[in-house]
């Protein structure tokens, strides 16, 4: 059975760096082809992609976020950490981390989703 | 990449058909056969109804069914059942190696 799950702060304060942790179960991320990713949603809005690492450490991130992201992965924890800097108000949303293959263009399986809320 | 347009809301009644429009470039939608379509209920995560573009993974009904015409990616949901009220979003892989969600539509089954 394939799990996904976020972690993180639920409340950061603008400029903080955000630091989210998807921990998975059912595969592996030393696995070829596999690959994880993060998406996020503020509240009452859009998905939007944001950045995808694979089992080969090949990375992707969003252009518009680029500057911001660091996606890693820790393998044997079955673990992938995104981090994200200078957090503002308008990052409030909903961060999903999700599982997809090499070769395959869609997010098969989906975390719950963490609510991160930046305040001061 | 700016996202990909949606209708805000569509909606339909039980039994009948509906399609959700979704329009890209031809750097995402219309490049590549890799348009994938999900259905998210109020407070779930989403969830993988359509991929490649007409592909249904396993388990999603076939009342379900995806296809394309140059940057237009369309969903049908036929025979609406109270179920399918939820919000849908498409999906495209880009020219830049990335991913492009679309604004995402609100389906209400009157």
């Known amino acids: 059975q394939i799990t996904l799950k976020e972690s993180g702060p639920t409340l950061v304060k603008p400029t903080q760096t955000l630091t989210l942790t998807c921990t998975f179960s059912g595969f592996s991320l030393s696995t070829s082809g596999v690959g994880v990713g993060w998406i996020r949603q503020p509240p009452g809005k859009a998905l939007e992609w944001l950045a995808l690492i694979y089992w080969n450490d090949d990375k992707r991130y969003s252009p518009s976020l680029k500057s911001r992201l660091t996606i890693t992965k820790d393998t044997s924890k079955n673990q992938v950490v995104l981090t994200m800097t200078n957090m503002d108000p308008v990052d409030t949303a909903t961060y999903y981390c999700?599982?997809?293959?090499?070769?395959?263009?869609?997010?098969?399986?989906w975390g719950q989703g963490t609510l991160v809320t930046v305040s001061s | 990449q700016s996202a990909l347009t949606q209708p805000a809301s569509v909606s339909g009644s039980p039994g009948q058909s509906i399609t959700i429009s979704c329009t890209g470039t031809s750097s995402d939608v219309g490049g590549y056969n890799y348009v994938s379509w999900y259905q998210q209920h109020p407070g779930k995560a989403p969830k993988l109804m359509i991929y490649?573009?007409?592909k249904r993974p396993s388990g999603v009904s076939n009342r379900f069914s995806g296809s394309k015409s140059g940057n237009t990616a369309s969903l049908t949901i036929s025979g609406l059942q109270a179920e399918d009220e939820a919000d849908y979003y498409c999906s495209s892989y880009t020219s830049s190696s990335t991913w492009v969600f679309g604004g995402g539509t609100k389906l209400t089954v009157l």
């Open positions: 999700a599982l997809t293959w090499f070769g395959e263009f869609s997010f098969d399986y």
């Open positions: 490649d573009v007409s």
